[in-house]
């Protein structure tokens, strides 16, 4: 296990935030300050983006604690062969928990932005998702991630830097749209996140993780946010992969727990995932919490050497989602 006392992520962070910032053009990032003297970093709003800018988001949205790569998908999808992405993480609570997940709402209502990133670890407020870990940073500096279309409001600036504790000239926030290739990649690299938050929620003690990594899809892109949106839930339901690597005494609790944490268990399974949000009247709390899994997962317990495996990637659901081709 990591020494979490001798970490910062927000340090880990900003030393990724000062490489785009030596170098935005190139990466197809466009870099602006607020009024009140925070940084926007526009990885897909007004700006391009890159198949780079979306690698340096990833990782700072792990806390710079994870490792990244693009691979091919070795599944055709409608006879094509796909790129896919594939995330390393050694300090999974501290990378995903404390930093990748996005559990932190800025405002009330159900649009508000939710918010990303490392400066979670700062924040004051509530934050449901470090109920299992003791984990806070301390730092003067602080990086948030935002996915959305809306431009950054400085008042959102402002109360990010309040509830971290920090100077808003310090705070750097990174923003891209569903409908920007930055957006596709950083969803798909959340497959140890997708799977990170279902073990906790099947009762997994979370000291007993020791690493993982994940594989998973990236899907066409479109320019359309709606339609974006739902294939980039897709990647992680239908062809998403994470192994984790835990010590657990129980073999059979690992092997149930198996069998539980993939999307394939949800009654809500099968479809495109645009077509089960049309079904809630486009209302995410009406979707059964247990279809955020990954397709597939492997539990390897390093107590008996033993791995167990469940779920499948659905080849059908994403041809029809990225290609509106049906397959039955």
Not at 272 to 301: C, K, T
Request: some cysteine.
């Amino acid at each position: 296990m990591f020494d979490t006392g001798t970490i910062s992520i927000n340090k880990e962070a900003m030393r990724l935030v000062r490489e785009i910032l030596a170098g935005p053009a190139a990466m197809g990032v466009l870099v602006s300050r607020l009024d009140n003297g925070a940084t926007v970093i526009d990885m897909g709003q007004r700006a391009p983006g890159s198949w780079v800018a979306a690698r340096y988001y990833t990782l700072i949205t792990l806390g710079g604690l994870g490792e990244f790569s693009y691979e091919t998908f070795p599944y055709p999808i409608n006879n094509m062969l796909l790129p896919a992405v594939r995330v390393m993480v050694d300090a999974p609570l501290l990378a995903c928990c404390a930093s990748q997940i996005a559990g932190w709402r800025l405002e009330a209502g159900d649009f508000a932005p939710i918010l990303a990133g490392p400066a979670r670890a700062l924040n004051s407020q509530p934050d449901t998702h470090f109920a299992h870990i003791t984990y806070r940073d301390h730092y003067h500096e602080a990086v948030i991630a935002i996915q959305t279309r809306e431009p950054v409001r400085a008042s959102w600036a402002e109360s990010i830097a309040v509830a971290c504790n920090i100077a808003p000239e310090n705070l750097y926030i990174l923003v891209a749209p569903n409908a920007s290739l930055v957006c596709a990649v950083q969803v798909a690299a959340r497959i140890v996140e997708q799977t990170i938050h279902r073990l906790e929620e099947e009762g997994l003690a979370m000291d007993t993780i020791f690493s993982a990594q994940g594989f998973c899809v990236l899907p066409p892109l479109i320019d359309d946010d709606l339609i974006a949106m739902g294939r980039i839930n897709d990647v992680l339901l239908y062809g998403g992969e994470a192994t984790f690597y835990l010590r657990h005494p129980d073999d059979a609790f690992v092997q149930q727990l198996a069998h539980k944490v993939v999307a394939k268990a949800s009654r809500a399974y099968g479809q495109p995932f645009i077509e089960i949000f049309e079904a809630a009247n486009r209302d995410f709390y009406q979707i059964p919490l247990d279809l955020h899994s990954p397709a597939v997962v492997h539990l390897n317990n390093l107590s008996s050497g033993r791995t167990f495996s469940a779920g499948e990637i659905n080849e059908r659901v994403l041809t029809e989602s990225f290609f509106g081709v049906r397959k039955y």
